[in-house]
């Protein structure tokens, strides 16, 4: 099991970089950097890439609407070669919100558009051939009838460091996994419950497995949440920091029968708490929609508590397949945390 971290991306960037740099020689594996509606990811990643020498770098994610499949591709090969074969690509297809809200384009068949974009990645990158794609989203070169007819099929003018750079796609939904089982090398999962996995995705996963092609090996998982040692009050005081992300996730992000984090709130067991949640969120109340996320859930998703009991959690997320733990440190010194963490694993 490797150890990952989502860069701190709301305060200030060099500051968080800065720390990464010391991560990195505590034994920190990948670093997670999120784009969301703020700085785009890859300026931020070239620029960890500059500052680092061992952490790979991943994004977390690219929302999948925002860019050409040649333009991710493109942004991938430049950061491997940057960073010296580090980079991770992390997909997403975001929510209808962020993707028609903020970039103004229509949400339509994220199904087929991540798997077309995986694969029309892999083909810029082996440099096989010109670049040619029929697909249900994108055709390349365009058709005469959908643009001038002077498409011409392309290589990438560089030659990648790899033809091969690892892509993890985010997703929740049963055939979202179960397309990221089948095609990605890795997947990246948000409010993971280690004990409920097998019961919300274990199906998906394994219908996924059943169509992988052998050369990508087994499936990737990068999963975690807060962790913090402590006893008592101190316990209750770093969980009650997941409350407001737990809130806002299942409770505003997306509308009511449109919002994934919901829905798999619900699959989780949560009926009830996940509707009074997103009550409680669309109207407003956001403090009192946190106080409402059932305590089971803020302890399940995160790793706080004495350190046996964190140990345990550990071992958890091991058992469930995670192979990258994904860590967000509640500690006023993250480093000899993660050399901790390090020394269990």
């Avoid at 990737?220 to 992300?245: H, N, S």
């Avoid at 029968?257 to 009074?276: C, I, Q, T, V």
Wanted: hydrophobic residues 40%; proline residues 6%.
């Amino acid at each position: 099991m490797q150890i990952s971290m989502p860069l701190n991306y709301s305060g200030d960037i060099k500051e968080s970089v800065d720390q990464v740099v010391e991560l990195e020689k505590a034994g920190l594996d990948t670093v997670w950097v999120a784009e969301a509606y703020g700085f785009d990811g890859p300026t931020l990643m070239g620029y960890i890439a500059a500052r680092t020498e061992r952490v790979n770098i991943g994004s977390a994610i690219l929302p999948l609407y925002t860019r050409t499949p040649t333009l991710i591709a493109q942004t991938a090969a430049g950061l491997d070669y940057l960073s010296g074969g580090r980079a991770v690509i992390g997909l997403g297809a975001s929510g209808p919100q962020v993707i028609e809200g903020w970039h103004g384009v229509p949400y339509a068949k994220p199904l087929a558009r991540t798997r077309e974009i995986i694969e029309i990645c892999r083909k810029v990158w082996a440099r096989e051939a010109p670049l040619t794609h029929e697909g249900k989203v994108f055709t390349l070169p365009l058709p005469a009838g959908q643009g001038t007819g002077l498409g011409k099929p392309l290589k990438i003018i560089n030659h990648p460091v790899r033809a091969r750079i690892p892509l993890y796609v985010a997703s929740l939904g049963e055939k979202n996994v179960e397309l990221t089982a089948e095609l990605a090398d890795g997947w990246l999962p948000h409010l993971f419950i280690p004990e409920k996995a097998e019961s919300v995705w274990g199906p998906s996963i394994a219908a996924g497995k059943a169509k992988r092609a052998a050369d990508l090996g087994g499936l990737r998982i990068a999963a975690g949440g807060l962790i913090a040692i402590g006893e008592g009050e101190e316990t209750k005081r770093v969980l009650d920091l997941a409350r407001p992300m737990i809130a806002l996730y299942v409770g505003g992000m997306g509308a009511r029968g449109r919002n994934f984090y919901n829905s798999l709130a619900r699959r989780y067991g949560y009926e009830e708490e996940a509707e009074k949640i997103q009550d409680l969120y669309l109207a407003g109340r956001k403090d009192e929609a946190a106080a409402a996320v059932p305590e089971e859930m803020v302890e399940l998703t995160n790793l706080v508590g004495p350190e046996s009991y964190v140990r345990e959690r550990v071992e958890a997320f091991r058992a469930a397949g995670v192979t990258h733990l994904n860590l967000v440190p509640a500690s006023d010194d993250p480093v000899a945390l993660v050399e901790k963490v390090r020394g269990w694993l």
